[in-house]
C-alpha cells in the first residue's frame, strides 16, 4: 500500500525546492508515494506543510521530507542504521 503525502498545491508550487523533492521521491519510489494535492490545507502559516498519512509536518524542509517519506517506506532500515551511523559491514 503507497504512502499517501497531502499538500496544499498553492502552497507548494511556492516552494520549487519541496516540489522537486516529492518529484524526485516519486520517482524514487515508484506506486509507493501517493501524492493528493489539495486546493487548501489551512495551514498558511506553517508552509510548506505536508500530512503523510494522518500525521501532520509543519515547515517541513526538503531533506526532512525526504527523511519521512524514507523512514515510512523502509521502516527497519532507518531504525536499525540511525542517521550517520554506519551499517555494520559483512562477515568476510
Do not use: W
Not at 525526504?66 to 559491514?89: M, N
Request: proline letters at 13%; one cysteine or more; glycine letters at 2%.
Amino acid at each position: 500500500m503507497p504512502v499517501q503525502l497531502t499538500m496544499c498545491r498553492f502552497c507548494i508550487r511556492s516552494r520549487p525546492e519541496v516540489q522537486r523533492t516529492v518529484a524526485q521521491l516519486v520517482k524514487e519510489f515508484p506506486n509507493q508515494v501517493e501524492v493528493e494535492e489539495l486546493d487548501c490545507m489551512a495551514a498558511c502559516d506553517d508552509v510548506p506543510a505536508i500530512m503523510i498519512e494522518t500525521d501532520y509536518h509543519p515547515q517541513v524542509a526538503p531533506c526532512e521530507l525526504a527523511r519521512l517519506i524514507r523512514e515510512r517506506l523502509t521502516p527497519q532500515a532507518t531504525s536499525a542504521h540511525p542517521v550517520g551511523v554506519p551499517a555494520p559491514s559483512p562477515p568476510a
